[in-house]
């Protein structure tokens, strides 16, 4: 019984791990833009599944940057139940983070560069700090360019565009709280 339970917990690693590639922190400290990293699949898969569900890229979606990554963060919050980060920006960036865990993802999807992490002290994310932070990420004073022209002009990674949007409701929080659980 004890050799089944071990088979069966060995597969779920493997299947679970498939897409995951994580290194370590030190090396993520040190990571050059165009380092792209996966410790933890399942966070692609629900932020991508989160910009299919809220159409964030649609027609009738937000134009900029600031409400699109205040929709994911909320999204993501609600399926994890603990607070995340979420980078976003048109071109490739540099992530340097207190978080030193596992539950991290760096990649590109819709022509942008995406870092989503857990948030590198736990706060509430149902208290009353979450509703003043939220609000942080709708104001994008980046003068990024809009998300309907960017797809336009980019088929594919966006490299010459500048600029990035940090959004939670908790950036601020994870900033000044903890160096990593």
Known sequence: ???LLVLIGCIFVAIQGQGDT???WKDRQHAKPGKLFCCDST???????GMKTLDLFGAGGPQTLGPIVQSLSSFIQRHFKVAYEVVMAPKEFVLNT???GTKLCKFQSNSYTLAVYETPEYYDINGPGEAYFYNFAANDKLNIPSVSEH??????????????????ASSLAGSLGGWGR
Not at 43 to 49: F, Y
Not at 153 to 158: C, I, Q
Request: charged share 10%; with cysteine; glycine share 14%.
């Open 22 to 24: 994580c290194p370590s």
């Open 1 to 3: 019984m004890k050799f």
């Open 43 to 49: 966070i692609k898969t629900v932020v991508e599944t």
């Open 98 to 100: 207190n978080y030193n």
């Open 151 to 168: 797809l336009k002009s980019f088929g594919g990674l966006a490299n010459s565009a500048s600029g990035g949007l940090t959004g939670s």
